[in-house]
C-alpha cells in the first residue's frame, strides 16, 4: 500500500522538474559553446622547445608508458601521442624545463604519426649553418 | 521442470562493465549463477614488475578510473611504509580530500547508474548533474577529470590553493543542498521502494561467511570500514561508519547515499583543519622488503601486497579489489530471485570488473 511519506516524495520529485523547466540547462551546447580549459589541466603533452633541450633523455627513462624516444646522436626528441598518458612526469624531471603541457585536450587524429623533432644545427657566428 | 540457461552479459544495458553470468531459470526464477570473468584482463600486475617504483603508481591508478586515486593511494602508503618514509601533515590531508571526492563521484555514478537499472531516467539525470561538479573540482586542482594522478611516493604532486579551498567547501554545500532534493526519490519513493525493499536480502551472518567488503558489509549490519585504523589522516577527522541492519538492496543504497554526506563532512573536516607547510618529501633509495597495505575505498577494502627486492623495481604486486570479495555474496543472492531483479542485485554490489581482474 503506498503510505503518505511515499506520495509525498513523488511531489518532490515534480517540484524539482518545475524547477528544472524554469532554469537553464545543466549541459552546455557542444561544440557551439566550449568550456574554457581550466588552468593547469593536464590537456596533453604541448610539445618541446627543441632548441632548449639537452638531449639527456631523461624525460624518456622516467616516462612511465616509454612513449618517449630520444635520440642523442641524431640530435631527435619523438613522443608517441598514442602511447602518452598524459602524467606530466616528463614536463617535472626535464632539467632544462623545455617541455610543456598542453591545457587543452588532443585533437581527433586521422593518422598514427609521431610527433618527431629535430634540432636544427646552430648557426656560426658570421650566420651560415655549421654543417652546411 | 525443465531449466533453461539464461547468458547475462558481458554485454547488457545496465552493465558498465563486462561480467557474464550464465543464469539457470526455472520458469522467471533463477536456481544457480555462474559467473564468469576475464573479458577486461589487461596483466597490470605483471607490467608492475617491469617499470621503476616511482613509475608504477600510474600503472595502478590504471586498474580502474572510478577508485584510481585510492589505488594510488593504497601503493604509496605502501611503498611509504618499505622504506620508513613519514610523509607531511599537509599531504595526508590532501590525499585524505581527494580520496573523499573520489567516493562522492564513485557514490553519485552508483546511484544514478541504480536510478538507470530500474528505469528511473529523470532521477539517474538529477544525480549525474551533481556528479559533473565534482568531476569539476578534480579537473581544476589535480588537472584531469578522473586519473588525477595526484598521490606520489613521498606525499602529493600537487597542492590545492586557499581559495580553491574555499570554493571546494562551497561546492561540495551545493551538492548537499541539491542532493537532499533526490534524497528523497531514494528514500521514500514508492516505485524506488518497491524495486528495492527486500530485493537480495544478505544477512549480517552470510555476509561474514562470505567475506563481503564496504557498503555491502555495512548494509548487513557488519561495523567494517577502513578508515577507522586511521591511515593518513583519518585518524584526525571524526566520522562514524554509516551501519544499516536489513542487507537488503534499499539498506546498500542507503548506505551508500548517507556515505556522500558523510564524505562530504570529511571534506569539511580536512578543509578546516588542513595544515600549512611542504606537500612531498624527497625520495632516496630503492624500496626492501614485503608489506600488505589496505585503504578503503568507495567499494570497499583494497588489499595491495607489495614484495621489493632493493631494487627499481618490484618482485611481486598483488592487489585484491573489493569487487573480488562482493562476488560470492551476488552469487548467493541471486538463486531464488527474479530474473528482473538480476540488473538491480547486480548492481547493488557496485561491480567494477576491471578492479576485479586487473
Not at chain 1, 588552468?39 to 638531449?55: H, P, S, T, V
Not at chain 1, 631527435?76 to 616528463?90: A, I, L, N, P, T
Not at chain 2, 578510473?65 to 618499505?82: F, K, P, R, V
Request: charged share 25%.
Amino acid at each position: 500500500m503506498v503510505n503518505r511519506s511515499e506520495v509525498k516524495s513523488m511531489f518532490d520529485m515534480i517540484g524539482n522538474i518545475f524547477k528544472n523547466l524554469g532554469s537553464k540547462p545543466a549541459t552546455r551546447m557542444y561544440p557551439f559553446e566550449k568550456r574554457e580549459a581550466f588552468k593547469d589541466a593536464r590537456g596533453q603533452l604541448g610539445g618541446i622547445d627543441i632548441d632548449a633541450c639537452i638531449f639527456c633523455g631523461i624525460c624518456a627513462r622516467k616516462c612511465p608508458s616509454d612513449a618517449i624516444v630520444v635520440n642523442k646522436a641524431e640530435k631527435s626528441w619523438e613522443v608517441d601521442r598514442f602511447k602518452c598518458v598524459v602524467c606530466s612526469v616528463c614536463t617535472e624531471v626535464c632539467p632544462k624545463k623545455c617541455l610543456f603541457m598542453s591545457e587543452n585536450y588532443t585533437d581527433a587524429a586521422y593518422t598514427k604519426e609521431k610527433a618527431k623533432h629535430v634540432q636544427q644545427p646552430k648557426s656560426t657566428d658570421n650566420g651560415e649553418q655549421a654543417s652546411a | 521442470m525443465s531449466k533453461t540457461v539464461i547468458p547475462f552479459g558481458p554485454q547488457h544495458p545496465v552493465l558498465p562493465e563486462p561480467l557474464h553470468l550464465k543464469l539457470v531459470m526455472q520458469d522467471e526464477i533463477i536456481v544457480d549463477a555462474i559467473p564468469a570473468i576475464g573479458y577486461v584482463h589487461r596483466g597490470l600486475e605483471k607490467l608492475t614488475e617491469t617499470k621503476e617504483f616511482t613509475q608504477n603508481t600510474f600503472v595502478v591508478e590504471r586498474v580502474c578510473g572510478i577508485c584510481s586515486c585510492m589505488h594510488a593511494l593504497a601503493y604509496c602508503q605502501g611503498i611509504e611504509s618499505l622504506m620508513n618514509i613519514e610523509i607531511p601533515d599537509r599531504a595526508k590531508y590532501l590525499r585524505v580530500l581527494w580520496a573523499e571526492l573520489h567516493r562522492i563521484h564513485s557514490h553519485l555514478l552508483w546511484l544514478g547508474l541504480l536510478a538507470d537499472a530500474f528505469g528511473f531516467e529523470s532521477l539517474f539525470m538529477q544525480v549525474w548533474r551533481n556528479r559533473e561538479k565534482v568531476m569539476d573540482i578534480m579537473e581544476e586542482t589535480a588537472g584531469s577529470r578522473v586519473i588525477i594522478s595526484v598521490n606520489t611516493v613521498g606525499g602529493t604532486r600537487r597542492d590545492i590553493s586557499k581559495e580553491m579551498l574555499t570554493k571546494i567547501s562551497v561546492i561540495v554545500d551545493e551538492i548537499k543542498e541539491d542532493l537532499k532534493q533526490v534524497e528523497a526519490a531514494f528514500f521514500n519513493d514508492y516505485t524506488v521502494k518497491h524495486r528495492l525493499v527486500g530485493v537480495g536480502v544478505l544477512t549480517k551472518e552470510d555476509a561474514y561467511a562470505l567475506g563481503t567488503a564496504g557498503p555491502m558489509a555495512r548494509a548487513s549490519g557488519i561495523k567494517q570500514d577502513l578508515r577507522m585504523t586511521g591511515y593518513s589522516a583519518y585518524g584526525e577527522l571524526d566520522f562514524e561508519p554509516i551501519i544499516e541492519q536489513d542487507g537488503d538492496s534499499y539498506a546498500r543504497t542507503v548506505v551508500r547515499l548517507k556515505e556522500v554526506y558523510q564524505s562530504i563532512n570529511l571534506i569539511k573536516q580536512c578543509i578546516a583543519k588542513m595544515p600549512e607547510g611542504e606537500i612531498v618529501v624527497p625520495v632516496k633509495g630503492n624500496p626492501n622488503g614485503e608489506v600488505v597495505s589496505r585503504v578503503e575505498q568507495p567499494r570497499g577494502e583494497v588489499l595491495y601486497y607489495l614484495r621489493a627486492n632493493g631494487s627499481k623495481t618490484l618482485d611481486r604486486l598483488r592487489i585484491r579489489t573489493p569487487t573480488f570479495a562482493n562476488i560470492p555474496a551476488l552469487l548467493h543472492m541471486l538463486p531464488g530471485s527474479q530474473l528482473a531483479d538480476v540488473p538491480v542485485l547486480i548492481l547493488t554490489i557496485d561491480p567494477c570488473i576491471s578492479c576485479t581482474e586487473r
